[in-house]
């Protein structure tokens, strides 16, 4: 993992070494983002609920119906407040972030005030895995070498066995066709759409 100047070349840190192209480059889906990283429905329900108990807290201590729909109302402020901060938090990020396959790695470049990238080279990748979701998908990337650091990584990482941590491509639009392209990439000589470098995990829950 590398900073660098925002001085990118196609999202990338640098350019590329001779011979190697760009086969798929994609960014997270900003909504998808703020709904899974930032687990904005949890927020919703409980703002909702919030509204609820300050309008029947608000009737059942003697307030007229008024008093009760602005305290309901304040609470819908507060709720729209934080649900505001979280998806513009999440617009940041997924305009601020890259994912590329190239002919020899992934790379992932990310970072809203402070620009980092991380190459994982196709002999560092054991595996893949594709979690598919309604409206864009997850690729997990299963690493060889030195233990990378969740903290850093967040929100295009997962949690793998024993606490690994498994840097991600979070929320992609075209999660199945990218996943395609990087099994071809590894695999270059297999006949099948998706080698078995790539292991399909169907998630349908949104």
Same mark, same amino acid.
């Given at each position: @993992? /590398?900073? $660098? +100047?925002?001085?990118? @070349?196609?999202?990338?840190?640098?350019?590329?070494?001779?011979?190697?192209?760009?086969?798929?480059?994609?960014?997270?889906?900003?909504?998808? %983002?703020?709904?899974?990283? #930032?687990?904005?429905? %949890?927020?919703?329900?409980? $703002?909702?609920?919030?509204?609820?108990?300050? $309008?029947?807290?608000?009737?059942?201590?003697?307030?007229?119906?008024?008093?009760?729909?602005?305290?309901?109302? /304040?609470?819908?402020? %507060?709720?729209?407040?934080?649900? /505001?901060? $979280?998806?513009?938090?999440?617009?940041? &990020? !997924?305009?601020?972030?890259?994912?590329?396959?190239?002919?020899?790695?992934?790379? *992932?470049?990310?970072?809203?005030?402070?620009?980092?990238?991380?190459?994982?080279? #196709?002999?560092?990748?054991?595996?893949? =895995?594709?979690?598919?979701?309604?409206?864009?998908?997850? &690729?997990?990337?299963?690493? =060889?070498? +030195?233990?990378?650091?969740?903290? %850093?990584?967040?929100?295009?990482?997962?949690?793998?066995?024993?606490?690994?941590?498994?840097?991600? @491509?979070?929320?992609?639009? =075209?999660?199945?066709?990218?996943?395609? &392209?990087?099994?071809?990439? *590894?695999?270059?000589?297999?006949?099948?759409?998706?080698?078995?470098?790539? =292991?399909? @995990?169907? !998630?349908?829950?949104?």
């Amino acid at each position: @993992m /590398s900073r $660098f +100047k925002r001085t990118t @070349m196609e999202g990338l840190p640098g350019r590329l070494p001779a011979g190697e192209k760009i086969l798929w480059q994609g960014k997270p889906q900003a909504f998808a %983002l703020a709904r899974r990283a #930032f687990r904005t429905r %949890l927020i919703v329900g409980y $703002f909702a609920l919030l509204i609820v108990w300050r $309008f029947t807290g608000a009737l059942t201590q003697g307030h007229g119906l008024g008093a009760a729909v602005l305290s309901a109302v /304040s609470g819908a402020l %507060l709720g729209a407040a934080a649900l /505001s901060i $979280f998806y513009g938090f999440a617009f940041l &990020i !997924a305009r601020s972030t890259t994912y590329t396959i190239t002919g020899k790695r992934v790379v *992932i470049t990310y970072g809203v005030a402070l620009p980092k990238s991380l190459n994982l080279p #196709f002999t560092k990748l054991n595996a893949a =895995d594709l979690a598919l979701r309604a409206e864009s998908g997850d &690729i997990v990337l299963h690493t =060889d070498g +030195k233990a990378l650091s969740y903290a %850093l990584l967040w929100p295009h990482v997962r949690a793998g066995a024993k606490g690994k941590a498994l840097p991600t @491509m979070r929320c992609v639009a =075209d999660a199945q066709g990218a996943a395609e &392209i990087l099994g071809r990439a *590894i695999a270059p000589g297999a006949a099948t759409a998706a080698p078995p470098a790539v =292991d399909a @995990m169907l !998630a349908h829950a949104a």
